[in-house]
């Protein structure tokens, strides 16, 4: 059952992450390239002995980076990094701070190869020898009023230097785990933390870099969770931050970005972590992130267009001689509407992990009944196949909504054995159903600016850096409802979500079908979509993901229209990716199971095996066999009799025994484990579950 945890090194939470997106790469790719005649002299002033100079070549290198894809692979291939890095030790402040603002630049476009060159150069010696020097900056500068002219000219760029250090290093770290590891022994955490305890006297852009950075740095990382350890003072700040009034985006991110950090140390900051009980934790960020989820998707994309509009009017050549221009309206617009964006993002993102904790660890299939134990046909395995069976599974945890949470509720069930059961009232669970569950479905809906058209070549949109982040964030919202949906169904007690907001669950079967049209649009074939509409097929697989998991929760019992059970069989059809194949499989199978309904489970048991007749992919090969077993387990079921057995599907099966084992045999273990267990697992049980069938009505 396909729940969704969210791997946050590798997500794009923000632009910093070094990964551009296909939206910058193609407004890159149209833009003239800077010519070469141009380059060259600027790269050569950042050694001049002029610092004005050098001040302006790093101020236009800065510039010059953002530009286009060409141009920029044209000043790496001049060594620029290695010139950069080499300011960052200028004797002059201007310069320093420059050189550090293109260096901040190129971790944002530059992608992996940059980074990795930006390690491989020791950028962090040099940035990192910048920290004390800014430190005793900031302190004059709440302590008291500036010694002289000079000084007061560097207080006009001290955030600016503060921001451009802290993104380096959260960027590194970001997308290097070699990095990491250095940053880990350079004890960061006291300067961040110096941030944190200030917000109030702090620009919100100097917290933001540095709430980003901290949040990198405590994910799964124990190096960093002793520090916390031996300093517990410092969770006191962050959760403070959870409980300020904010208004501005920045300053919502702050907050939010404080939820993940405390997340992440949860297991430290829990009194009751000994015990798998993170309650405190999670209703202290559920509201603030609950909160964070209340935005205007499409009003926001109007807007966006709008000032994409203008901005794109206004667009010039580069002009080196004013490297450093202010922000129009229309570009300060667009950069709020992208750091919410990116807030929500960050939101959905911890919401689903939350809810992911919640089913960890759940078995989602039941116990086979049918297996003949007398039977050994297939229980003879050579030593490897039979040590792989037996191992133990690899560590799983089930921090549950939380042990306490889950507690409460048994004792709520236990307590309603005479009165219907009511959870409505539980603290958690009243924010995701009442404003979580109501925000994933505003959020998910597509707006007119999400995706790009669907024409060939795919076009750009009036705001492809805003169509990126909104696609990503439906996606976000998508894997949400889902873990959602799956906490409903295996966490609360009696499926409660289920049957006492069942019209709830019903329109939101009907939503996702309405949503995997408007995706789909013209007809995208997920795994192989055209070039730019690669987030439609993300979301309609994980459209289709939800489907199933809400099929499940509902027993089957779905709203069904005529085009539901065609509609997810085109979308196996359709597809090249397993992962939507198999989701297709799994919601079809258990809409198979309803009873009087022999037309639907007829159409699905035919599709079923027709499908597997056909050389399907291992791993649909192994959810149609599964499905299988699962829908005609018992020859009580309705449709067993007309449907199975009048359709002779036991004999089509037991001749489909010697392929499936070939199949099984060419997985190779080292490289696909899990597969090839699950394979080994659907071979051995097609067998007894062929034999079971033959015996069953004698």
Not at 433 to 442: D, E
Not at 606 to 620: D, G, I, Q, R, V
Request: glycine share 4%; charged share 25%; proline share 4%.
């Amino acid at each position: 059952m396909g729940k969704v945890k969210n791997n946050k090194k590798k997500q794009q939470r923000v632009n910093a992450t070094g990964v551009p997106t296909n939206a910058e790469i193609e407004e890159a790719e149209n833009l003239q390239r800077v010519p070469v005649e141009t380059i060259l002299p600027l790269i050569q002033k950042l050694s001049s002995p002029d610092a004005n100079e050098r001040a302006w070549a790093a101020a236009g290198a800065s510039n010059l980076l953002m530009h286009d894809a060409a141009t920029r692979r044209l000043m790496l291939s001049k060594n620029l990094i290695g010139a950069l890095i080499e300011r960052l030790t200028d004797s002059v402040h201007e310069v320093v701070v420059e050189a550090l603002g293109a260096l901040r630049n190129l971790t944002v476009v530059g992608g992996e190869e940059v980074i990795s060159e930006m390690y491989n150069k020791n950028v962090l010696t040099p940035v990192t020898a910048l920290i004390p020097p800014l430190g005793v900056m900031i302190d004059s500068m709440l302590t008291a009023p500036a010694a002289s002219a000079q000084e007061q000219e560097k207080r006009k760029t001290v955030w600016d230097w503060a921001e451009n250090i802290i993104s380096v290093i959260w960027a590194m770290c970001e997308n290097s785990e070699k990095s990491l590891k250095v940053v880990n022994k350079l004890n960061m955490i006291p300067f961040l933390m110096s941030f944190m305890s200030n917000v109030d006297k702090l620009p919100p852009k100097v917290i933001v870099a540095a709430a980003q950075c901290l949040y990198t740095l405590t994910d799964d990382n124990p190096d960093c969770r002793v520090v916390f350890v031996k300093n517990p003072d410092y969770i006191n700040p962050l959760m403070n931050i959870l409980s300020l009034n904010v208004n501005a985006e920045e300053e919502l991110l702050i907050k939010t970005l404080a939820c993940g950090i405390v997340i992440n140390l949860r297991s430290i900051i829990s009194s009751k972590a000994s015990e798998n009980d993170f309650s405190e934790i999670h209703s202290a960020v559920l509201p603030v992130l609950s909160g964070a989820l209340n935005y205007d998707l499409q009003k926001a994309s109007t807007d966006a267009a709008a000032a994409a509009q203008v901005v794109n009017l206004q667009k010039k050549d580069v002009d080196l001689s004013k490297p450093n221009q202010p922000a129009t309206d229309e570009e300060h617009a667009l950069a709020l509407i992208e750091t919410r964006l990116q807030t929500l993002q960050l939101s959905l993102e911890l919401i689903a992990n939350i809810c992911t904790e919640s089913v960890e660890g759940v078995d989602h299939e039941d116990e086979e009944e049918w297996k003949d134990e007398d039977d050994d046909e297939m229980e003879t395995h050579d030593d490897e196949d039979e040590d792989a069976m037996n191992e133990p599974e690899s560590e799983k945890k089930d921090d549950g909504l939380d042990e306490n949470t889950m507690r409460e509720m048994e004792q709520l069930a236990a307590a309603s054995s005479e009165t219907p059961l009511d959870l409505s009232g539980h603290t958690i669970i009243n924010i995701l159903v009442n404003t979580i569950f109501p925000a994933l479905i505003h959020l998910g809906t597509p707006t007119p600016l999400s995706f790009p058209e669907q024409t060939v070549p795919t076009p750009s949109t009036v705001a492809p850096l805003i169509t990126t982040q909104l696609a990503t964030t439906h996606l976000r919202a998508i894997e949400a409802l889902n873990n959602f949906l799956l906490t409903m169904a295996d966490s609360v007690p009696g499926k409660w979500w289920y049957k006492h907001r069942k019209a709830d669950a019903d329109q939101c079967w009907t939503w996702l079908f309405q949503q995997a049209g408007a995706v789909a649009g013209n007809g995208v074939q997920v795994g192989a979509e055209e070039k730019g509409q690669e987030m439609r097929g993300a979301v309609l697989d994980a459209i289709v993901g939800c489907l199933w998991t809400l099929a499940r929760g509902l027993d089957a019992e779905v709203p069904l229209a005529d085009f539901h059970i065609p509609a997810l069989m085109g979308a196996y059809t359709s597809t090249t990716s397993d992962s939507m194949r198999v989701k297709s499989i799994g919601c079809l199978g258990v809409i198979a199971k309803r009873q009087g309904a022999i037309e639907t489970n007829k159409a699905v048991g035919e599709f079923l095996m027709n499908l597997l007749k056909n050389n399907p992919s291992t791993e649909a090969c192994v959810e149609a066999l599964n499905a299988m077993y699962d829908i005609y387990a018992d020859k009580d079921f309705d449709y067993d009799l007309p449907v199975y057995v009048q359709g002779n599907f036991n004999q089509e099966l037991r001749g489909m025994i010697k392929m499936v084992k070939f199949m099984v045999r060419n997985i190779d273990r080292r490289k696909s484990r899990d597969l090839r267990n699950r394979a080994d697992e659907a071979a051995m049980n097609l067998v007894e579950f062929v034999k079971y069938k033959e015996n069953e009505r004698r």
